[in-house]
């Protein structure tokens, strides 16, 4: 294997890798030709990440599991399911995409994550985790009722196999004897360190035609010994849990093969040829180095788990991991605000317990986990169980913070209702990456809070407008006796001081309006502008170029009714801005406050389309939407000339 100890700023020259788009042609080729292949794959892969910045670390640690997959597997035919997608840049590029990827997580380009629609080798779209197992055993039932000879396999990192979601799929596909292999890509020992000769040795043996052969022949000869297939079966399970974690597998109705070195590409081509054409479930599992052939990322697997682009002007600059960048001095990003809130409030109040599902780096609780160690909880990627920890914490008289994107709280919403909402359990969601997020695309997007967590009876939910009002919203959720959220965006805000004080922000009540009616002895503005959270910046604008009223409305739920019927009666037309999905959403709240009072004031609601919003930065997606300032102020003239 080519190591590399720095990203190469021109492209490499990768002449086998280059005589083909399409996974066919690997197939003939033999082991030289392969390991050639998969250092040539590394090589441009570093280049392309450079080109355009991204998932990283992942994609280099499956290079050699992505050439023997492609290898073993008769793809697109034969379906591959990706979990989560980070490490499937490898895959794009084997499966006719190599020249678009320096354009992949840009405006118009490829899609950050596998996508039905954009190859019929990406056989599932992915974003969230542990979804390839339940998905891969549907393709292969339907492959079954079908009468079809279609081999299905599913990748999965060891991180998305502590969702609960992947152990039902487990479970469920040891019932039903589906032909179904599972690989399962350790990185992260946690599940197993024996990686070396025997294990090697075991699952060449154990994977081999002979014997899988003399196995079933042998149950066949001892089923009629009484006793006797029962004891040969615990001396099996015995003499593979000697040199792996097999038994918790086979227990589920898996054959288990490994662990074997994700990176001995000639063991692992032979291995996966061997498992693809055997009936039933098949567990493999693999050890693997994030970063793998990388030097720095294998020294520093977090850091570069994503990587920024690299920049034309600095030819000599070594490449840095996004996590360790320092930039110059700049506004706090709001989930800094959070972090640095979490800790002073934990100071003043020793009930307060921090909880996040796998996001420690992402909603900067790395301070918090190092001075409130025992009080910090990270419960992996198990957004379900995380709000009803919490749950159970609230109960019990502690005052728990979840810490939790956007996208992923859609995952534990039955828990919110039943565990949290339904008992009116003091619960604080601290809600990270609300509205478009970026490069990542529509299922990171955090389009829907406010739609679905309006609808929660008892349910507080506040938007800040700057970084102080986001430590003032914390404090007033904190001190809120029930569930009560606070949605902030991702990134930066304005720049505003952040006071030091914990002093919380009335909930409910609006900000006053930045231009009242009557002012300068003029009759007063037509339009009032009502901005929840994100939108304000934008909406001071338009308030200006229209001279209008700007009310910064900072509580979704509830709402400030005087300053809502107070701008209705004053003006022609009220329009709504919100980062979220109109349907259902903060605009909604306001227009069904008005019905209810009889208001005949005209509403323009202003929001996310009713579509999934594609990938490319906040700012090309906002105007994309017609939510930057050209965008409403264009919106506001065609409904009021």
């Known amino acids: 294997m080519k190591l590399f100890d720095e990203i190469p700023r021109e492209r490499p020259a990768t002449p086998l890798l280059d005589t083909f788009d399409h996974p066919a042609a690997l197939r003939a080729m033999n082991d030289k030709q392969l390991a050639q292949l998969a250092d040539e794959l590394r090589a441009y892969l570093l280049y392309s990440v450079g ?41 794009k590029i084997l499966t006719g995409r190599r020249d678009a990827m320096p354009g992949i997580r840009q405006y118009g380009g490829l899609a950050a994550f ?94 081999s035609k002979p014997y899988l052969k003399i196995r079933e022949e042998g149950k066949r000869v001892l089923s009629h010994l ?99 960048l320092k930039p110059k001095p700049k506004p706090k990003k709001y989930c800094n605000v959070f ?35 025992e009080r910090y909880f990270d419960v992996a990627i198990a957004e379900q169980h995380a709000v009803t920890l919490a749950a159970g914490m609230a109960c019990e008289g502690m ?7 956007s996208t992923f709280l859609q995952r534990g919403y039955d828990q919110l209702i039943h565990d949290v909402a339904v008992q009116h359990l003091d619960v604080t969601f601290a809600i990270d990456r609300a509205g478009v997020v970026g490069e990542d695309g529509p299922t990171h997007h955090g389009s829907m809070d406010l739609s679905y967590l309006r609808c929660i009876p008892g349910m507080v939910i506040l938007a800040p407008a700057d970084e102080a009002e986001c430590r003032a919203m914390l404090s007033a959720a904190y001190h809120h006796p029930g569930p009560a959220a606070v949605r902030y965006p991702r990134g930066t805000g304005p720049g505003v001081v952040i006071p030091e004080s914990l002093a919380p922000l009335a909930i409910g009540k609006a900000e006053p309006p930045r231009r009242l009616a009557g002012q300068n002895g003029q009759d007063g503005p037509r339009i009032a502008l009502l901005a929840f959270g994100s939108m304000n910046d934008a909406a001071a604008d338009v308030a200006e170029r229209l001279d209008a009223a700007h009310i910064n409305m900072r509580s979704i739920k509830p709402l400030d009714r005087e300053a809502v019927l107070a701008a209705a009666d004053e003006h ?70």
């Open 114 to 207: 596998p996508r039905r629609t954009e190859s019929e080798y990406d056989t599932f779209g992915v974003g969230h985790s542990s979804t390839s197992i339940s998905a891969a055993l549907g393709m292969a039932l339907a492959a079954k009722a079908q009468g079809r000879q279609r081999r299905v396999c599913a990748v999965i990192g060891d991180g998305a196999l502590t969702a609960g979601m992947a152990f039902e799929a487990l479970a469920h596909a040891g019932h039903v004897n589906a032909n179904l292999l599972v690989v399962l890509n350790d990185n992260e020992m946690s599940i197993s360190e024996n990686v070396g000769g025997m294990a090697t040795y075991l699952a060449r043996v154990l994977s």
């Open 51 to 91: 080109q355009s910045g991204g998932h990283f670390g992942a994609g280099l640690g499956v290079v050699e599991l992505t050439v023997a997959l492609h290898h073993a597997f008769h793809t697109p035919e034969d379906r591959l399911v990706w979990d989560v997608g980070h490490q499937a840049y490898p895959h």
């Open 572 to 641: 022609e037309l009220i329009v709504t801005l919100e980062e979220n999905v109109v349907a259902g959403g903060a605009g909604s709240a306001v227009n069904e406050l008005l019905a209810a009072e009889g208001s005949q004031v005209e509403t323009l609601n202003l929001g996310l389309p009713d579509v999934f919003v594609e990938h490319g930065t906040p700012a090309q997606l906002l105007a994309d939407c017609g939510l930057d300032a050209d965008g409403i102020e264009r919106a506001i003239r065609l409904r009021l000339p």
């Open 339 to 373: 972090g640095d809130w979490l800790c002073d409030m934990a100071a003043v109040d020793e009930r307060l317990i921090g909880i996040t599902p796998a996001m420690r780096e992402g909603s900067d609780l790395i301070r918090f986990s190092q001075e409130y160690a």
């Open 399 to 405: 005052k728990p913070v979840v810490a939790i994107y």
């Open 226 to 324: 009484p006793g006797a297939l029962e004891l040969a079966r615990r001396t099996e399970e015995h003499m593979k849990g000697m040199v792996s974690p097999a038994t918790l597998f086979e227990e589920m109705g898996f054959h288990y093969i490994g662990p074997i070195d994700g990176h001995d590409l000639e063991t692992l081509t032979q291995t996966l040829h061997n498992l693809r054409d055997l009936d039933g479930p098949q567990f493999l599992h693999i050890k693997t180095v994030k970063g793998k052939g990388f030097l720095p990322a294998e020294a520093d697997q977090i850091g570069y788990h994503a990587i920024t682009k690299l920049e034309k002007s600095s030819e000599t600059a070594p490449l840095k991991p996004t996590a360790t």
